[in-house]
């Protein structure tokens, strides 16, 4: 195969590497030439060069050189990498080589192509591409990346940067000099995001305060780091008031890493809390299932209460300060202020396994509850405005175990 310089396929070689300059070819003449998209391949670079090069289109016309025979491409042609930083040529004798230095080169790059003179010796400080790289890998083992987290000035591993998908994709692309990347978020927030790129657990997340949780899994999501996002609601039961310690719970019993509750054959209606605050925004959803009906007394009540309530020693609507689906005497009641506001026995069926699932619109400030994943009723009362901990409360022997973390079923 020979060359015609205004053959198609030359002529788009060109025009697809020229735009936006990502590296340059250094031709025979000493000519530059800057391109956006680089070559696949020696047969590529060398179409790229004869459109420019005189010299390189004469070599080819002259019928020696098979742009199909990658072997002779290389005993007519050679391709060397510059890393002009650190003053560093590359042995380029394959396609693999090319793409190899293309991946590997984090500055920009410079691919001189020349004629190669017979019995010429190889230039001095030439490398090769398994050398090139094993130096390229060390250096951006030892680079950290600037960035401008809406004007608070961060500087990170590059490792660490490149564990976050968006922040990879951004420094693929040429930038001035030292420049930091710009990245508009809540610094507070994607401190956090950087703290689980360096390989934070799931639990740090847990430690969080509910608003800056939220934030940060909507900030993880968007940099790609689905396996952050928590999906749903997660809270442990406490016997402790979440926000004020001298309140305490003396008659509950917790178990199974303390997602199973009940009390024990001596009746005392008592409440315990989920041990996060639901967030004041969207949608927070989990279930109760009814692992056993008591002997001694069957009565429980599910719901929420405000950051205001103390009576633990008491079920959870007993102060006005609490929300309840509660199982009574054998009849399902929504509930308020210690008495019932609707009975729904029929609707809303008990037994010993049935998914209780609790969700709050807080945006609304709605209460809705589910049976067995479907949606039955809502709350008449609405608790918008409030700070709302999720509640239990249990009579006697009554387990009722819950499930966090859900996805709303809506």
Not at 217 to 231: F, I, K, R, S, T
Not at 298 to 308: A, E, H, M, Q, Y
Not at 367 to 378: D, I
Request: proline share 5%.
């Amino acid at each position: 195969l020979k060359l015609n310089a205004s053959q198609p396929f030359a002529r788009s070689c060109f025009s697809r590497m020229a735009a936006s300059p990502e590296w340059k070819l250094r031709l025979p003449s000493g000519q530059e030439a800057s391109y956006s998209e680089a070559p696949k391949s020696m047969r590529e670079l060398v179409l790229i060069g004869a459109v420019h090069c005189e010299r390189i289109a004469a070599c080819l016309k002259a019928g020696a050189t098979s742009v199909a025979d990658p072997a002779s491409l290389t005993s007519s042609f050679s391709v060397l990498g510059l890393d002009e930083g650190q003053d560093t040529k590359v042995s380029i004798v394959s396609d693999e080589d090319i793409r190899c230095y293309f991946v590997a080169a984090v500055r920009p790059r410079t691919v001189v192509l020349d004629l190669r003179a017979e019995g010429a010796a190889r230039p001095a400080g030439t490398v090769s591409i398994r050398e090139f790289v094993a130096a390229q890998e060390l250096l951006k083992a030892q680079e950290s990346v600037k960035l401008n987290v809406s004007g608070k000035f961060r500087e990170v591993h590059r490792m660490t940067a490149e564990r976050i998908p968006l922040i990879a994709a951004m420094l693929r692309f040429p930038r001035d000099g030292d420049t930091p990347l710009f990245i508009d978020a809540n610094p507070k927030a994607f401190d956090v995001v950087l703290e689980l790129a360096r390989g934070r657990s799931r639990m740090y997340m847990d430690s969080l305060e509910p608003s800056l949780k939220a934030l940060v899994c909507e900030y993880a999501e968007y940099c790609g780091l689905p396996a952050v996002v928590v999906l749903g609601f997660e809270f442990l039961l406490i016997a402790t008031h979440p926000t004020n310690k001298a309140v305490i719970n003396t008659f509950s019993f917790m178990s199974q890493a303390d997602t199973v509750y009940t009390t024990g054959v001596r009746p005392q209606w008592n409440t315990v809390f989920g041990s996060v605050q639901i967030p004041q925004t969207g949608l927070s959803y989990w279930e109760v299932e009814v692992s056993k009906l008591g002997t001694t007394n069957k009565d429980f009540l599910v719901g929420v209460v405000t950051s205001t309530f103390i009576q633990v020693g008491g079920a959870l609507d007993a102060s006005g300060l609490g929300w309840a689906l509660g199982f009574i005497s054998d009849a399902v009641q929504l509930r308020q202020g210690g008495q019932a506001v609707a009975t729904l026995s029929d609707a809303f069926p008990i037994t010993e396994g049935t998914r209780i699932g609790i969700l709050v619109d807080s945006e609304r400030g709605s209460l809705m509850f589910f049976h067995n994943g479907e949606f039955k009723l809502a709350h008449t009362a609405s608790m918008k405005g409030h700070a709302l901990f999720p509640a239990l409360s249990v009579c006697a022997d009554t387990v009722l175990k819950i499930k966090t973390g859900l996805v709303p079923p809506l």
